[in-house]
Nanobody, 115 residues
Framework: QVQLVESGGGLVQAGGSLRLSCAAS????????MGWYRQAPGNQRELVAT???????NYADSAKGRFTISGDNARNMAYLQMNSLKPEDTAVYYC?????????WGQGTQVTVSS
């Protein structure tokens, strides 16, 4: 059972930055894909960014140019650097991994961007 723990969320003003962290209970090299998703109240959970075990990244259009996903194999961590935050980025952000075709989710971390 893969355990994921997110941290780094909080309240920030529009235009500010946050870095989200995701600590995995095992080597991230075991995961096919790692990613960040978010869910705002009343909305469906949506993709923000993913990174494959080979380092290939993919971003939602809303995240391109502002967010950067990365992984640290030595620390079993994944990160989401978020810059130029907007009020519409307000959501609970979830870490997700895919291992042998099965998805695992963290509990989420709240990001609130004030205008």
């Amino acid at each position: 059972q893969v355990q994921l723990v997110e941290s780094g969320g909080g309240l920030v003003q529009a235009g500010g930055s946050l870095r989200l962290s995701c600590a995995a209970s095992e080597s991230i090299l075991a995961f096919n894909v790692m990613g960040w998703y978010r869910q705002a109240p009343g909305n469906q959970r949506e993709l923000v960014a993913t990174i494959t075990s080979g380092g290939r990244t993919n971003y939602a259009d809303s995240a391109k140019g502002r967010f950067t996903i990365s992984g640290d194999n030595a620390r079993n961590m994944a990160y989401l650097q978020m810059n130029s935050l907007k009020p519409e980025d307000t959501a609970v952000y979830y870490c997700n991994v895919i291992k042998w075709g099965r998805p695992y989710w963290g509990q989420g971390t709240q990001v609130t961007v004030s205008s």
